[in-house]
């Protein structure tokens, strides 16, 4: 008879499985837990941080709190009071409903809860370890509900592992606590970190609620958006046009107050925008959408962020069409005579220069060549070949350019930093503007060697500023020029940290920025000829930016800074529109440490010969 090989896992390693698909790092812990106490009714809500959760997360509401016996069943698995039948699933008016949390929670940490509910003379004390409860018995605590969660992942070392550094996971903590926090105003909620309250919110309505999280700055950028009928509730707020992002915005999407993702309504939102921002920025929103409970369904993923819709296509009209009544009523595209009793037809090109969105300028330093000495560090991208690229022809390329002597050196203003004319010598443009072509201002194409040289013209302008940014860094600092009248910045409290912990690198650079409080600066000072029109947008994107790459520099802080700062200042170029520009864009560009890649990673030079196009023509 042959040996039976199946069996049961134990409770311990089922939930340990479990939780690896519910709490998928200490901010889901967060998530799951909020979603808890405004389940039970809180007002208020805090939330403590240690060591961005990895040593302490603790929840504290107002709520009903437990009885004796359900604060020792809460931890058991599937146990709920949110749903009896399968029926219930599609008609949900809460948060949680499968009784899962709890359970992963404990089979990978160590919990502590106190409850009370309010009719009741003494608390409940449970605490776990490892889903063994160690102790339950009563106590004198609040009414509502306080969980404690210590030491996650300590029984599951490669989970742990995995965890990124505390500035990333606090940064996953936030952005739940942002996603709960927006669409419950009338809540109070605080969050605190190593023992500093980072935010403290009070019961408001919905655009001062954005407004208390993201910063006073955002005020100004809201438009609201609204559209009511039997089938479909919209409301809330779209950021106007000349406030998009090449980096993340900030894109909430809310349905029956849980926050969503969903590719189509998404698409919905940004199609409203078609030929309103720039190919590739991305809109910030704030939106929540109100349907009969029956139509959506929320029970497709363990984090319950993705939801399938009865009727996607028509949720997705009612929202392009709301989202363009809002646009249309900003005069930026024609209005679709929603209520109002004309039509018009309106011709965007021909809007006043105040309605169109501002492109920001650049500008140099006049004093400054960043390349007169090569940094050192500028290589953060290995590979096994020639850090530069190659150089065969280029140097007859500039020589055969006719350079005439002048008794006053010029200076071409081209990629918003120092790109510096040879002293006395400047370009005669009589033959270059028959070897080179320029298309769409961002691709930079040259006959040479009887082949085509093809230059990604931004690319090459973020790789320039990278290492002129970490030569200044280092051991140049820029010059700043001193402003006459300093601009006021204000950022949201995450941000405002971000900058006070860099605005000394940020001097080396030629900003000098000062703390006037909590979430606002004044730029004193900018780089000589620096004209950048809109400094909130450039230090916002920057610290977006930098954020975004921490993982990736890990502790490499300093070339974090350059290459965010220098991916944002390549956003604001315009177009190389001299032969001069051309001609110092190329010498700088083969000057540099590595010169075939942008810091990013993307490639510069493209070389195209005469077999390659033949082969294509199938010659």
Not at 203 to 231: C, Y
Not at 347 to 369: E, R
Not at 570 to 594: A, G, M, N, P
């Amino acid at each position: 008879m042959s040996q039976d090989i199946i069996h049961l896992l134990p409770d311990l390693v089922a939930n340990q499985i479990a939780a690896g698909e519910v709490i998928q790092r200490p901010a889901s812990a967060v998530k799951e837990l909020l979603e808890n106490a405004i389940d039970a009714g809180a007002t208020s809500i805090q939330v403590i941080v240690k060591d961005s959760g990895k040593t302490l997360l603790q929840v504290v509401d107002d709520g009903s709190g437990m009885s004796f016996h359900d604060a020792r069943l809460c931890f058991e698995r599937h146990a709920t009071s949110k749903i009896t039948t399968t029926d219930d699933l599609f008609c949900l008016r809460t948060k949680g409903f499968r009784g899962e949390a709890l359970p992963s929670i404990a089979a990978i940490a160590h919990v502590e809860l106190k409850t009370k509910k309010n009719e009741d003379e003494t608390g409940t004390l449970v605490t776990v370890e490892g889903a063994t409860i160690t102790e339950h018995s009563p106590v004198a605590t609040q009414d509502g509900t306080s969980i404690s969660i210590k030491n996650l992942f300590y029984n599951v070392p490669a989970r742990r592992n995995f965890l990124k550094s505390d500035a990333v996971e606090f940064g996953h903590i936030e952005e739940e606590f942002f996603r709960i926090a927006l669409i419950h105003i009338d809540i109070a909620f605080t969050l605190s970190h190593n023992g500093k309250i980072i935010y403290q919110l009070q019961p408001s309505n919905f655009k001062q609620r954005i407004i208390n999280i993201f910063g006073t700055h955002i005020k100004d950028k809201l438009f609201p958006v609204e559209q009511i009928t039997d089938i479909i509730k919209i409301s809330g707020f779209i950021a106007k046009p000349e406030y998009s992002k090449k980096q993340k915005a900030e894109q909430y999407l809310f349905i029956n107050q849980r926050y969503v993702r969903h590719s189509l309504l998404n698409h919905a939102i940004k199609t409203a925008y078609t030929d309103l921002i720039p190919s590739g920025n991305k809109p910030a929103y704030f939106i929540h959408i109100e349907l009969d409970p029956a139509t959506i369904d929320i029970n497709i993923s363990p984090t319950k962020v993705e939801v399938k819709l009865q009727d996607e296509r028509l949720v997705f009209g009612f929202l392009n069409s709301c989202v363009k009544k809002s646009l249309g009523q900003l005069s930026l595209i024609p209005r679709l005579d929603f209520e109002y009793e004309r039509g018009l037809d309106v011709d965007v090109a021909n809007f006043p220069s105040d309605k169109i969105p501002k492109i920001p300028s650049t500008g140099v330093d006049p004093n400054y060549n960043p390349f007169e000495k090569k940094s050192s560090t500028s290589q953060h991208f290995q590979h096994n070949k020639e850090k530069r690229y190659n150089m065969s022809g280029w140097e007859d390329f500039l020589k055969n350019l006719k350079i005439e002597t002048t008794s006053q050196p010029q200076t071409v203003q081209t990629v918003g930093i120092d790109i510096k004319e040879q002293k006395d010598e400047i370009v005669d443009t009589e033959n270059l503007a028959s070897t080179y072509f320029i298309i769409d201002n961002n691709y930079l194409i040259i006959k040479l060697n009887n082949q085509l040289k093809i230059i990604h013209i931004k690319n090459g302008i973020e790789r320039i500023l990278y290492e002129s940014y970490l030569q200044a860094l280092e051991n140049q600092p820029v010059a700043v020029q001193q402003s006459l009248f300093p601009e006021t910045i204000t950022l949201s409290t995450n941000q405002a940290e971000i900058l006070v912990e860099l605005k000394d690198e940020l001097l080396k650079l030629g900003y000098e920025i000062e703390v006037i409080d909590k979430t606002r600066f004044a730029v004193n000072g900018t780089p000589n000829n620096d004209e950048t029109t809109d400094l909130q947008l450039l230090i916002e994107g920057f610290i977006d930016s930098y954020k975004a790459n921490v993982f990736l520099y890990r502790s490499e802080r300093i070339k974090n800074i350059a290459h965010s700062l220098a991916r944002q200042k390549r956003s604001t170029f315009k177009s190389l529109t001299k032969d001069e520009e051309v001609h110092h864009f190329i010498q700088q560009l083969l000057q540099c440490e590595v010169s075939y890649l942008s810091p990013s990673g993307k490639k510069i030079f493209h070389d195209l010969s005469v077999e390659e196009i033949e082969a294509f023509f199938n010659l």
